[in-house]
């Protein structure tokens, strides 16, 4: 595909879009795009930072997370079309922090590092972009270093769901379901819980008419947003 078009895609990207033409041509002839199959791993942990990702499209995802001690998986973030990531290690240099992996079919744009680095240099737009986009990561990660602190495992949970269902959600005739496929383990990995909690709060839920989920597709549909949004809320004193 040509790099003309490659150009077009990535001023679709968030971060890249208020760069100038000559700039996300210049971008696209360094960039390759790549199609990795469900499951693959694109970084690992410790891995040099040697490129930035870009997400063009595609009804799958990307997980970026780290195994801890115990060889479970902490799911840090998730990320659909429209975003980028990479871009810490590729801004100071240090290794990769955590693993990324394909979830499901996805279509990316990789940048070299060296490309990337001289586009930021060049073009203040992109600088501007790079500082809201970590001012909006680190705004969202002190509030769930807030949340594992002091809010409840079921609180926890249903404002990741309503973050994700925000983000990107397809209306059924049931209601509003999140665009992609998460397991309960994959809920489970975001929050740094065990499966089993979190099965037993979506039981609850699904006894409640909040949500319904359909384990064979891994697909959790929203029924009640206000009901999911006072959950959310958390609990009130009373008194």
């Known amino acids: 595909m040509s790099d003309a078009r490659l150009a077009e895609d990535l001023g679709r990207i968030t971060l890249l879009r208020d760069l100038p033409p000559p700039a996300l041509a210049r971008l696209a002839e360094a960039a390759r795009r790549i199609a990795p199959p469900d499951g693959a791993p694109l970084f690992a942990q410790g891995d040099p930072p040697d490129a930035v990702y870009a997400v063009l499209e595609g009804r799958g995802r990307v997980r970026v997370g780290a195994p ?25 240099g240090a290794p990769r922090s955590a693993d990324a992996m ?23 737009a992109l600088g501007l972009a790079l500082a809201r986009l970590l001012s909006a990561r680190l705004r ?62 979506l039981n609850a839920w699904r006894a409640a008419n909040l949500v319904a989920y359909d384990t064979e597709k891994a697909y959790l549909f929203v029924l009640d947003e206000a009901g999911l949004a006072a959950v959310a809320a958390g609990p009130r004193d009373g008194g």
Do not use: C, H
């Open 140 to 201: 969202r990660t002190f509030g769930l270093l807030q949340d594992a602190t002091f809010a409840p495992l079921e609180v926890r949970l249903a404002r990741q769901v309503l973050y994700l269902l925000k983000a990107d959600s397809v209306k059924t005739e049931k209601g509003l379901r999140l665009a992609a496929r998460f397991r309960q383990g994959d809920l489970a990995d975001l929050l740094g819980a065990t499966t089993r909690s979190i099965i037993s709060i």
């Open 68 to 92: 801890d001690n115990a060889a479970k998986r902490l799911m840090v973030e998730v990320f659909r079309a429209g975003d980028v990531f990479g871009e810490i290690g590729v801004l100071d």
């Open 102 to 124: 394909v979830i499901g079919e996805v279509r990316l744009a990789r940048i070299p590092a060296a490309a990337f680095l001289e586009t930021a240099q060049a073009e203040p």
